[in-house]
Each structure stands twice: as C-alpha cells, then as structure tokens.
C-alpha cells in the first residue's frame, strides 16, 4: 500500500523560507512517477505547486517558479519542497501527492494527509 | 495558461438526487490529463475519475465522467450522505509543462 507523509515546521515567519519533506512508502520513489506539491489556502480552492521526477527533473507553478525549489532523494525514498520568503499569502495545508503519468495519462493517485503552515510572526 | 472555471460554485441538493458538475476549459484540451477528485475536510484529496471517463479503483459506479475538448462533467447519479464534499477538476498540459485545477463545485445537503 502506497503511503506519503509530509513532515515540517507548522509555523513559519515572514520572509523566512518553508521546507517541507514527503516520505514515500510502499513505493520507490525511483519508480516512473513524477512527484508533486500542492496546497490549499484556507477557505480556497488547490493550487498546484509543481514537481519533481526520480532523476530531479523539475515543472514548476510559473506564479511561485522564482521562489520554489524540489529535490528528491533516493536513499531517503523521500522528496522535498522550499519555498522562499513567504508570506501570509503562503498560509495553506500543504499535500504531497504521486502523478501517474504514463502511456499519455496524468493523474494523482495517492495523496498525502496534507500538513498546515501557517506564516505568522 | 488553461484555465478550468467550474460552476456551478455551490450545488444544493437532497440525498437520492442526481448531481451534475461542470468544468469548462479556456482552450481545447487531452481528455487523457483530466481528472476529478473529491476533496473533504481534515482528508486527503480523493482520486475518483481520470482520463475524463476511467472510473479509479474503488469509486462506486454512481460517480462517472464525460466530455472532451473544452466541457468535461462529473455526474453523481444517486447521491449518497458520504457524497457531499468538495469536487475540483483537473488538467495537465503537456507544452508547456504545468498543472491546473478548477475552482472546485461544493455539493452541499439541502
């Protein structure tokens, strides 16, 4: 059974940076699988993030592409996200989640519980 | 950039009823990169319908997807209690790279 769990800090400050890690089990993260970020501000709709392959090729959300990196490591079967100089407007419960996207079909099968940030001082 | 504008913003309807939920694309798109999910508080989202029509593992037969091109709809036959959540519908394009999801539908009890 596939599992993701994200691990991070719950509070961050303004203009300080978020880093989040997904831990993948059941699953390797080597697998043909991209593996993604996305959010939920309170009381608004999903945002995606972007995401990252097992080689750390990378598709960024152009609106946050300027302060959003992603890795992944492969001993760690985890990978994670940063994203710099947040702000109030970053406040969201943040989800990891594994695409299938093979044979021409993309798609999020397993999700994460998902974990709020809050910024705040 | 695809936008997916969804409506209606709040649907409100009784157990028994059938639901019919809109998703409407900005441009033609791959019936193959859409998908819905249904998302409810204090969970993770929930995969029900990809390439447009797939039902996925697990997702009773009252839930089932149609369209292509610009106009996809998620219909809920026969809704049950557990029904009532959030629905949001989703897109990847290919060229360039990048994902999008639409506004998201609120099935609420009437």
């Known amino acids: 059974q596939v599992q993701l769990q994200e691990s991070g800090p719950g509070l961050v400050k303004p203009s300080a940076t978020l880093s989040l890690t997904c831990a993948v089990s059941g699953a390797s993260i080597s697998s043909n699988n991209w593996w993604s970020w996305v959010r939920q501000p309170p009381g608004k709709g999903l945002e995606w993030i972007g995401e990252?392959?097992?080689?750390?090729?990378?598709n960024y959300n152009p609106s946050l592409k300027s302060r959003v990196t992603m890795s992944v490591d492969t001993s760690k079967n985890h990978f994670s996200l940063t994203l710099t100089s947040v702000t109030a407007a970053d406040t969201a419960v943040y989800y990891c989640?594994?695409?299938?996207?093979?044979?021409?079909?993309?798609?999020?099968?397993?999700w994460g519980q998902g974990t709020l940030v809050t910024v705040s001082s | 950039e695809i936008v997916l504008t969804q409506s209606p913003g709040t649907l409100s309807l009784s157990p028994g009823e059938r639901a019919t939920l809109s998703c409407r694309a900005s441009q033609s798109v791959s019936s193959s990169y859409s998908a819905w999910y249904q998302l409810k508080p204090g969970q993770a989202p929930r995969l029900l319908i990809y390439g447009a029509s797939s039902r996925a593992t697990g997702i009773p037969d009252r839930f089932s997807g149609s369209g292509s091109g610009t106009d996809f709809t998620l219909t809920i036959s026969r809704l049950e209690p557990e029904d009532f959540a959030v629905y949001y519908c989703q897109h990847y394009g290919s060229s360039p790279p990048g994902l999008t999801f639409g506004g998201g539908t609120r099935v609420e009890i009437k």
């Open positions: 989640a594994r695409a299938y996207a093979i044979l021409g079909i993309y798609y999020f099968d397993y």
């Open positions: 990252i392959s097992h080689i750390g090729n990378t």
